[in-house]
């Protein structure tokens, strides 16, 4: 085969005409032009690493402009990029140990080198990783001394090892252990896995049980999430944007804690708030909770993701949702929401947060995060309670929730406004998901989801009920 063969005229033809699914088998089952995947996991890795972009913009800009890759070539680039985000610093501890000379090599010569390394942890024999990462003299000869590395590494004592391990900042292991205690490095490990592909089924269209049937018409297995009664697990590799049961708003991907989370909600067909609405992942949901009646104000301070909101709205067949593009923070923040002042039955805070129970999903972002930055969180976090608490009339409810797993942006948070707030109650998520349910998502009156323990993202929630 040759080195590097001209792309097929088709693949600039995108879009509009995809390949038929008899030449798309036929490319996925050639080898991997490992040149080309390299460059490409070397370009997009070293946007994330060393200039701070986000994973999947990063890898999304390096692959549009890679357009004479093959889909099984740009699988092989995304996951090798994301296998080594979620091993970033075990591997750099290896490293340093098995290549005495690493830390003088030039960024790329060590990118190739983590690459190679993150391949290797994940099972890829050492011979086949050397060949095609093509490393030579120490470079290789490192490859050879990981296993050495590894066991010291296992040598470690518990607290050192651990955030070496889970390839966690010092500070959020800290936290994972005070959170998770003897289950820290199984709750860690479960991070770092891949997240499903999840969807919410739209109740507006039909049930889950006729989605899955429509989904296996267009050649896509499924199967039903075992906690939420709306989700179905896709094939990881469905390119789920594609399917006519998308389009035609049969469905939202959407992650199954955050199913839950939306579940807590259980919006009346009256007046409901999703005050941090984003682009209407939950608003969608709420809508079918009210049956398209009643009014549900989505707010969010960001125009674009308002706008996405509107986009999935008219897909998903939604029609009582009114949007709104409000202030971030001061007076003119107050003055956007007065009209809905204690007004509201229902008013759910999906909080900005540091976003730990995503780390599935995004594992660069723990590298980000700072213990500053989460403080920052936690205090937004107390100002829009507080703001939007002012909706809940009396005998509502508020909702707040959060993707984190860390009890400062969860308990901690909805204690303080308890303790501010005397007339709030907390009433237990069992109460609105039945005992069932509510005894697999707990333990305590909250929602608290973790990927070792449930399969899901870490998501928290709590119904807080104003008095009468
Ligand atoms: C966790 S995300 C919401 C996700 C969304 N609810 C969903 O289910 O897809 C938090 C959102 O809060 C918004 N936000 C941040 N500060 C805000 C503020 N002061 N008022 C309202 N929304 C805010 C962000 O723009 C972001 O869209």
Request: aromatic residues 6%; positive net charge.
């Amino acid at each position: 085969m040759k080195k590097n063969p001209r792309p097929p005229a088709r693949a600039s033809q995108s879009r509009r005409e995809p390949p038929s699914p008899e030449a798309e088998a036929s490319r996925a089952a050639r080898p991997l032009r490992e040149d080309l995947v390299l460059q490409a996991s070397l370009e997009a890795y070293g946007f994330i690493r060393h200039e701070g972009r986000l994973a999947d913009r990063a890898l999304d800009f390096t692959l549009r402009h890679k357009r004479n890759l093959y889909s099984n070539e740009r699988r092989a680039v995304a996951e090798r990029v994301y296998a080594l985000l979620r091993r970033q610093l075990t591997v750099d501890f290896l490293l340093e140990r098995a290549h005495r000379g690493f830390s003088r090599l030039d960024k790329t010569r060590q990118d190739v080198l983590r690459l190679a390394t993150s391949r290797i942890l994940h099972g890829e024999p050492m011979d086949v990783v050397a060949r095609t990462s093509a490393l030579t003299g120490p470079n290789a000869d490192a490859l050879a001394a990981l296993p050495e590395a590894a066991r010291a590494l296992e040598a470690l004592p518990r607290d050192k090892r651990f955030p070496i391990a889970a390839s966690l900042p010092d500070f959020l292991a800290r936290y994972f252990r005070e959170v998770f205690g003897e289950d820290a490095e199984r709750a860690a490990e479960a991070m770092n896995e891949r997240a499903p592909l999840t969807a919410r089924t739209n109740g507006f269209k039909g049930d889950r049980e006729k989605l899955r049937a429509l989904l296996e018409q267009e050649g896509v297995q499924s199967s039903p999430t075992s906690l939420s009664p709306l989700g179905l697990i896709l094939d990881t590799r469905t390119n789920a944007f594609s399917l006519e049961a998308f389009r035609e708003g049969w469905f939202e991907l959407q992650d199954e804690g955050s199913q839950l989370l939306g579940m807590l909600v259980d919006a009346p067909p009256t007046r409901v708030v999703d005050a941090c609405a984003g682009a209407g992942g939950k608003t969608l949901q709420l809508a079918v909770q009210m049956k398209n009646r009643g009014d549900l104000h989505a707010l969010d301070i960001e125009e674009w993701r308002i706008e996405e909101l509107r986009k999935r709205a008219r897909r998903a067949g939604v029609h009582n949702v009114r949007t709104q593009v409000i202030p971030p923070e001061g007076p003119e923040a107050d003055e956007a929401i007065a009209p809905l002042k204690g007004k509201a039955d229902r008013v759910l805070v999906d909080a900005p947060c540091s976003g730990t129970g995503t780390f599935r999903r995004k594992p660069d972002a723990r590298y980000r995060l700072t213990p500053e930055m989460l403080a920052d969180h936690v205090a937004r976090q107390k100002r829009l309670l507080e703001r939007f608490s002012q909706l809940v009339k009396p005998g509502g409810r508020l909702i707040y929730g959060t993707c984190s797993i860390l009890r400062q942006e969860n308990e901690e948070v909805v204690q303080d406004f308890l303790s501010k707030h005397p007339d709030y109650s907390v009433r237990p998520v069992a109460e609105e998901l039945g005992p069932e349910l509510g005894a697999k998502v707990g333990p305590g009156p909250f929602l608290r989801l973790a990927p070792h323990l449930h399969g899901t993202d870490g998501f928290f929630g709590a119904i807080l009920v104003r008095a009468k």
